[in-house]
């Protein structure tokens, strides 16, 4: 099915580990975004990726990198996780011309 | 920098009821999208206005931008238990004639469904 796709669906990290979630689409979109979800603040953007070749931080970019390995894939790593990066995280993507954001269904993170 | 605000933050409603949810910006918008996501899942993207003024229906659900690109709303005629969720609206962070190169969520309304 087309759409986006992200890997893993949870995860349980332990403080100080590292871990890369995937992130992958298959609609030839141009943009792609991560975004954090924490409750009652809505999603933030962590990262975005205008195009294949460029990234750029969004609200809330510390703690983690990303790498936009091609026009399908954007990876969102962290380095060292803190309890504070506790979250369920979104990846996105869409093109210049349809406005709207696909979604993936989310990775569910949780730092012990 | 650009704030997006969402009233209310909770709505319960007995089905059958009318809902509406307000969206407010700090800043002048080149357009809004909203989105609905049901428990446990991802945000679905519904709509996008871009004109002064504009409404847009699908069926019982009607969004409008106001006047000054600054708000808008989402009201829902004669809820069912299928509209449960929460609903965010989105800004672009800035303006762009490219498209929505960044998003800026509102803080998004959860509407729960009394059967």
């Known amino acids: 099915n087309a759409g986006v796709t992200q890997t893993p669906k949870f995860q349980v990290l332990k403080t100080g580990q590292s871990m890369t979630l995937q992130c992958a689409q298959d609609?030839?979109?141009?943009?792609m975004y991560w975004y954090r979800q924490d409750p009652g603040m809505g999603l933030r953007l962590i990262y975005y990726?205008?195009?294949?070749?460029?990234?750029d931080k969004g609200e809330v970019p510390n703690g983690y990198n990303v790498s936009r390995l091609n026009k399908r894939e954007f990876s969102l790593r962290l380095e060292s996780a803190a309890p504070s990066q506790t979250s369920v995280y979104f990846c996105?993507?869409?093109?210049?011309?349809?406005?709207?954001?696909?979604f993936g269904s989310g990775t569910r993170l949780t730092v012990v | 920098g650009q704030q997006v605000m969402q009233i209310p933050q909770y709505q319960h409603v007995q089905e059958g009821e009318d809902f509406t949810t307000y969206c407010n910006s700090s800043?002048?918008?080149?357009?809004i999208q909203w989105y609905k996501q049901r428990p446990g899942g991802h945000p679905v993207f519904l709509i996008q206005?871009?004109?002064?003024?504009e409404v847009k229906k699908q069926k019982r659900l009607t969004f409008q931008f106001g006047e000054a690109k600054k708000n808008s709303s989402l009201h829902i005629t004669a809820t069912q238990t299928t509209d449960v969720g929460t609903y965010f609206c989105?800004?672009?962070?800035?303006?762009?004639?490219?498209?929505?190169?960044?998003?800026?969520f509102g803080t998004g309304t959860r509407l729960t469904i009394i059967p």
């Open positions: 996105a993507s869409t093109t210049r011309t349809n406005y709207g954001y696909t």
């Open positions: 609609m030839n979109h141009n943009s």
């Open positions: 990726s205008a195009s294949e070749g460029t990234t």
């Open positions: 800043t002048t918008l080149s357009n």
């Open positions: 206005l871009v004109k002064s003024g």
């Open positions: 989105a800004g672009p962070r800035t303006i762009s004639n490219f498209g929505n190169e960044k998003l800026t």
